[in-house]
């Protein structure tokens, strides 16, 4: 099971997110969408870090179709 401050950076089909576990829970960072939107992705959070609640906060999306890496630095 993960420990705190983990932080994993995904690439799916050249689109790049971030997530991030802290005290139980997954911090889930994309710069194009609200939810998680890939079956993949979903199968990674639960490997690297078992059973924790995904939480998604709110940020800032881009405005084109390239960008997404600077975003998830």
């Known amino acids: 099971l993960a420990t705190n401050d983990l932080l994993f950076f995904h690439n799916l089909w ?3 997110v971030t997530s991030h576990f802290r005290d139980g829970n997954v ?5 194009l969408y609200t939810e ?3 079956t993949e992705l979903k199968k ?4 690297f870090y078992g059973s924790a609640i995904v939480k ?3 940020l800032v999306k881009q405005n084109r179709d390239k960008g997404c890496a600077c975003f998830a630095v």
């Open 14 to 16: 050249d689109h790049w």
């Open 36 to 38: 998680i939107i890939h």
């Open 27 to 31: 911090f889930h960072y994309d710069s």
């Open 56 to 58: 998604i906060p709110w």
């Open 44 to 47: 990674q959070l639960i490997a």
